[in-house]
Each structure stands twice: as C-alpha cells, then as structure tokens.
C-alpha cells in the first residue's frame, strides 16, 4: 500500500542537480528518494534545488524589529541629511522620534545639545551604527525620570546627562517602558529568504526576554543570555554570552567566574570579540577558567591573526563570523585599516582549512538580515564598492550555504527545509521558492 504524506514534494532536485523528491509526515521527512511512492497534498518544485533551511546564528531580534519601525540615518551624508531624515519622519510634536545606523562620521556623537536644535519638538534617540551608543536629546531625557542614573549614563562637566548612553540598552528599555516591537514582519521576512531558525545573541537575555521571544516567530529560537536565563518553551537554551568591550574590560578573573558559573549551569559560553584585545582576554579567561569546553564559541571573530588560528584549532573553539560586513562595510574598513590587516577580517576559509567550526550570523540590526548576501560576500568578498578583500578566505558555494544550513537533509530529520533557484552569476542572490518550518509552509511563491 502507497504511504500517505502530510506533504509530497515532487520534481526538486538535490546539490549535485539530482531528480529529488520528498515526503513529509508529522513534522518530519518520511521519505526522500529521486520518486517517493505516496500520495497526499503535493507541491511541485519545477527544478528548484531543495537544501536545509538556513539558520542565522548571531542576530538581536527586537532590536532587529525595532528597526524596520525606525528611521534608518546609515546613508546619511551630513548632518543636514540625518537633521532631513528624522524632521520628515517625525509625528505629532512630543511623540518619540527613534533613529537607528547612525555614522559618527555625519557630525561627530551629538550630545543632547546638538540633538535639541536637530529636532527640537520630540524626544528622540539615536543608535550609532556599532550598537554601542544611544544619543538622547533634552525632550527624551526629561521622559527617563530622576537620578541616580547608572555608569552607562554619561555626564557633562556640570555633572548633567550629556546624552549619550553607553551600552544602556536594558536600562534604557526599562525607562523608556512601551510596548515591545512586534516580531511578525521579521519572521515573514526571514521565511521569505528561507530561514528557519534564529540565535538571538542578547547579552541580558533572561526570563523576561524568554517569555517575550518564545513562539513569537514562526522561525526555531536559540536563546543566548545570562547564567539565570531558565530553560523553557518555544526556544532552545544557547550560551552565556559574555559582551567583552576592548574600552572597559573587567578583571579578568570576573570572566573567568562567570564561565565557571556557566559551566555549573552545563552551559557553553559565546564571547564577543570584535577586535585583536578582546579575543586574545577572551582566550586567557578561557584558560584561566580552566580551557574551553565544547560548544564554546567565539562571536563575531572580526580580527583573528595568522597566528591565532592554531590555538583556536587547538581549543575546538566555533568562530561565528559576519561575511555580510565585508559587503557592508568593507570599504569603510578599506579607508581606515593598514592594507597588511585586511586580510584579517572576518575570516572564513584560513579557519576552515585548519580545522575551526565556522557558523554565520548577520548581527542584524548592525548588519543585513538578508543571509544570502552573507553568503555570496563568503564567496566572493566582495565590497559594496567592488572592491575585494582577504581573497585567500574565499570559499566555495557548499561551504558557504554550510555556514547558515544546521543540519542536512536525511529520513527522520524535522523538515526544516527549502526551495530555492541561485543563478550561476557570482553577483546573484538565491530565489527562495518554498520555506517549510517543521513541516508547515511558512512562505510560497
């Protein structure tokens, strides 16, 4: 007797170009062969190549959100243009006025003096492009209440906030208070380009970011956080996140406790470490904790020298790296970087080659969501302006969709899966036919 399927899909074809077909049942594939025997509702691929679905493994989804809800000033010139942006953008006077991608080469960090004459009439707060800064104006101050204020609030010589917050995010939040973004046009949008899973990698995620992110995408959730951060429904516990800063790192035994800590928890910690000094202390807590241990990872690893590789090697340490920033920002590293250090950036390939687990990531909102573009700058690294940069870290078109697939496709395996057609031009980005989320269609054509 034929088998029933939930879902037939018919006429896909594999990586190599093979005739593939696929069954689904109850969430999981049943069958997969070049023509499944089976009968129920089926789906015809008309050539596209089926693969796993893709997984960004670094993002922060609220803030993510809040961007799509929030002026977007990364190409603004000048101040005139960013002054332009957020006075066309803004609403009834007194209503908030939210700005994220700001470049302190436009005019400097604005205190809330400046901020005041840009746009004198609402609160307003601005994010700079690193994620590390919110710039406040009087109006937004006064709606944060009285002092005390914590470190991260920086004072002027009168000892008055100046405007600027320094990695206040979860502070801030709790001040400003409102209801949170909604998540529903993101998780359309990561289905559109075939993503069926998440890593939201909130340094301060704990019970109440768990309860506010769990199921709240179609998308399977990995939670990083803090130690406290509980298991639970609707997401996957990921590592403790340790949000090293090369401006103002602890004490190195600081770290070193919390990775024991993480460790009594059962739990794997994720470092970020965007420069050379951040990963070389992450390194020696590492070691001073005791050495890693596995699911360990390194986040972001946006400089890791020739001679760092063979200890990363060594540790088993998983580097998740950001290939979308050299398209995004690769010529701005271009201007600012000795030539000699380029090839630093972001590696993928040289890790690859000497063993290192790699994963990819956007870091969305401060890099594109979109992971196939993050996946062509991985084969090609290729700038925005043209330009390329480490050449030698090229790698192919498997290893580079292997950064973003978590699992291949086999018999008994949840159907995490996609459609998609990806031209054969190196400059081209994949078309995603049909996205599956545990066997339910999330997004079609």
């Known amino acids: 007797m034929s088998e029933r399927f939930d879902l037939l899909i018919r006429n896909a074809r594999d990586a190599s170009g093979a005739n593939l077909s696929i069954g689904i049942s109850d969430g999981r594939i049943a069958a997969m062969s070049?023509?499944?025997?089976?009968?129920?509702?089926?789906?015809?691929?008309?050539?596209?190549?089926?693969?796993?679905?893709?997984?960004?493994?670094?993002?922060?989804?609220?803030?993510?959100?809040?961007?799509?809800?929030?002026?977007?000033?990364?190409?603004?010139?000048?101040?005139?243009?960013?002054?332009?942006?957020?006075?066309?953008?803004?609403?009834?006077?007194g209503t908030w006025v939210r700005a994220i991608g700001y470049d302190e080469r436009t005019a400097?960090?604005?205190?809330?003096?400046?901020?005041?004459?840009?746009?004198?009439?609402?609160?307003?707060?601005?994010?700079?492009?690193?994620?590390?800064?919110?710039?406040?104006?009087?109006?937004?101050?006064?709606?944060?209440?009285?002092?005390?204020?914590?470190?991260?609030?920086?004072?002027?010589?009168?000892g008055r906030p100046s405007g600027r917050i320094w990695r206040g995010d979860a502070w801030l939040r709790d001040r400003i208070g409102g209801a949170p973004p909604s998540l529903d046009a993101l998780g359309a949008r990561f289905a559109r380009w075939g993503v069926t899973g998440v890593t939201?990698?909130?340094?301060?995620?704990?019970?109440?970011?768990?309860?506010?992110?769990?199921?709240?995408?179609?998308?399977?959730?990995?939670?990083?956080?803090?130690?406290?951060?509980?298991?639970?429904?609707?997401?996957?516990?990921?590592?403790?996140?340790?949000?090293?800063d090369e401006n103002d790192l602890p004490e190195i035994e600081t770290v070193a406790a919390r990775i024991a800590a993480a460790r009594a928890h059962r739990r794997p910690v994720a470092a970020h470490c965007v420069t050379l000094g951040e990963l070389v202390f992450f390194l020696q807590a590492l070691a001073q904790a005791g050495g890693s241990r596995p699911g360990d990872r390194i986040e972001h690893g946006g400089i890791i020298p020739e001679s760092l590789i063979g200890d990363i090697a060594a540790a088993a340490l998983t580097v998740v790296t950001q290939p979308n920033f050299i398209h995004d920002r690769g010529d701005r590293y271009?201007?600012?970087?000795?030539?000699?250090?380029?090839?630093?950036?972001?590696?993928?390939?040289?890790?690859?080659?000497?063993?290192?687990?790699?994963?990819?990531?956007?870091?969305?909102?401060?890099?594109?969501?979109?992971?196939?573009?993050?996946i062509r700058a991985a084969t090609d690294r290729r700038t925005r302006g043209g330009a390329i940069i480490g050449p030698d870290e090229r790698i192919g078109r498997p290893a580079a969709l292997a950064l973003y697939q978590s699992r291949p496709l086999r018999v008994g395996a949840p159907a995490d899966l996609i459609l998609y057609d990806w031209a054969k031009d190196s400059g081209a980005l994949a078309d995603v036919g049909l996205t599956l989320i545990g066997g339910t269609i999330a997004w079609q054509r």
């Open 108 to 158: 400097g960090l604005p205190d809330r003096v400046l901020l005041d004459a840009w746009l004198p009439d609402h609160p307003l707060r601005i994010q700079d492009r690193t994620g590390a800064f919110w710039l406040l104006n009087g109006a937004a101050l006064e709606k944060l209440g009285s002092p005390p204020f914590p470190d991260c609030v920086e004072r002027d010589g009168d």
């Open 334 to 374: 271009r201007a600012q970087m000795d030539e000699q250090d380029l090839g630093d950036l972001y590696r993928t390939g040289s890790l690859l080659c000497r063993g290192v687990r790699v994963l990819g990531g956007s870091d969305a909102p401060y890099g594109d969501a979109n992971p196939w573009i993050a």
């Open 200 to 244: 939201d990698a909130g340094a301060s995620n704990g019970a109440a970011e768990a309860k506010l992110l769990a199921m709240a995408m179609p998308q399977h959730l990995v939670l990083m956080g803090t130690e406290d951060l509980p298991a639970g429904d609707g997401y996957t516990l990921g590592p403790v996140k340790l949000l090293l």
């Open 34 to 93: 070049p023509d499944v025997e089976g009968f129920g509702p089926e789906y015809d691929a008309r050539g596209q190549t089926a693969g796993p679905g893709l997984h960004d493994h670094h993002l922060h989804l609220l803030a993510t959100a809040a961007r799509m809800e929030s002026v977007d000033l990364a190409d603004a010139a000048n101040a005139d243009a960013a002054i332009a942006r957020l006075r066309t953008s803004a609403g009834a006077p």
